[in-house]
């Protein structure tokens, strides 16, 4: 909101009519900040509001009366003294002497991280009795890594420049960096072990919380840590944002705030309760989206049933948001992938639709068959020979389970989601109300027949 206040600063100035001859400018750029108060005229505040004032008059001839502030530049000397307390490493090295774990929880997986130590990756799957336990050790720490770290802070730290800044919450925050290497070794990047960039930093309400952990490239991490110990740092403490506040009161009968203002905000309010449902608006075969996230698909072509092109396979979904993303095409393939920067896809097939496979596994799994109509609610289907996997020797595998997603308003939306239950063999679920539309039309093997538009193929037979 704050670059559409300072865009409305502007629009006093220049579609206003107020007298730039007489009110500079030069204050109005993107290194320095305004917010914009609406006050009542009734308001207390009022008599706080000294200094040089304006008097701006919006499309729909409100007028207001705005209160300037008056910027004084800070003292370019100011904190430069140097710090002569605990170095950064030393402030969060409680963290690693008492032991402490911080978790997150996620759809599948659980993240363990014990400060100083290592970083694990684990899922746990109870089948009766029993319990087997699926884990990665994403990095390893110890006592030797952080001596000799802490001779290099005691040693610079005070020489210094810049500290590096990690964005949070559109606020660039210091932070202080342990890298933990030594991790499970990783068959998706030539037996190489799994490292994790530790990143801490200052929030005085934290508590050592993970606030997130990405993938950042192929068994690489990125790992930030929420904690107050580096808030007592001069250098590791956010830096105020400087906003100067501008105080606007309506004059006139004018309402508090300008009608366009508020219609825009609502406007807003509304876009934003309906993306978190609806996501993103595209046109079939180019599709992306947010992992766990829902996707409408527009159509491009307005006599073309977006049902029959989802099960032609011509609307191929795109889903996750890490390092490694996934396609799934409707009776052709899943996939996972990754761009790198120089535009090439590395891609690794997790299963390719072949019937007789499919007829044979639900055999094995005869709980996977559609129920009757009046129960059914998803469908399952198995995609097998994908590349085979270094760990277990055996191509990789993925069920599909199709759900119909219902009571929503949207009919074409679409969510994805991707796990990894067992080593290489994986579950993608689709759920969308496209889904409820097919549910009747499928066999007894859950396939559903349907004539292409040139009349020569069938899905399913």
Partial sequence: MKYLDLLFIHCFYLQFGVNTAEHSLRGFDDTVLFDINW???????????????IIVTSSHQEKYKCHLPKI??????????????????????PLFSQ?????????????????????????EDREGKKTKLQE??????????YNKLLKEFQQTENEMGQIPVKKIENVNLPYLEIHMGNGTTCDLNNNKPRETRALYVCYAHGKHDVYSLKETSTCQYELVILSPLLCSHP?????????????????EGSTVKPYNLAKLKAQSKQLRMQSEFEGIRITPIDLTEREFSIISIENAITDTSPVENFLA??????????????EFCYGKS???????????????????????????????HPQKRPKSVSQRKQLSH??????????????????????????????????LYLLEPRYCEYILGVESPLICKILSRVDENGLVPLKLSDNSDIIGE
Avoid at 105 to 123: A, D, P
Avoid at 340 to 346: M, Q, R, V
Wanted: aromatic residues 10%; charged residues 30%; negative net charge.
């Fill in 39 to 53: 006050v009542d005229s009734n308001s207390k505040d009022l008599e706080l509001m000294n200094g040089e004032s």
């Fill in 72 to 93: 004084q530049e800070k003292d370019s000397k100011e904190n430069q003294d140097k710090y002569e307390g605990p170095t950064a490493l030393e402030l969060i090295a």
């Fill in 99 to 123: 032991s402490l774990c911080s978790y997150r929880l996620e759809s599948y997986w659980t993240y363990e991280v014990c400060h100083g130590k290592f970083v694990r990756q684990y899922h």
């Fill in 136 to 145: 990665y050790i994403l990095g390893k720490w110890n006592d030797e890594e």
């Fill in 235 to 251: 250098k590791y403490k956010p830096k105020e944002s400087g906003e100067h506040p501008i105080n606007c009161t309506p004059i």
């Fill in 313 to 326: 396979g011509k609307n191929c979904l795109t889903g996750g948001t890490g390092w490694w993303r996934y």
């Fill in 334 to 364: 899943v996939e996972q992938y990754h761009i790198e920067k120089d535009g090439t896809k590395i891609s690794i097939n997790l299963g390719i639709f072949m019937r007789d496979k499919h007829i044979e596994w639900l055999k094995d």
């Fill in 382 to 415: 198995f995609y097998s020979n994908g590349e085979i996997c270094d760990k277990t020797g055996k191509p990789r595998q993925t069920e599909v389970k199709l759900k119909c997603l219902e009571n929503t308003s949207n009919l074409n939306a679409v969510s």
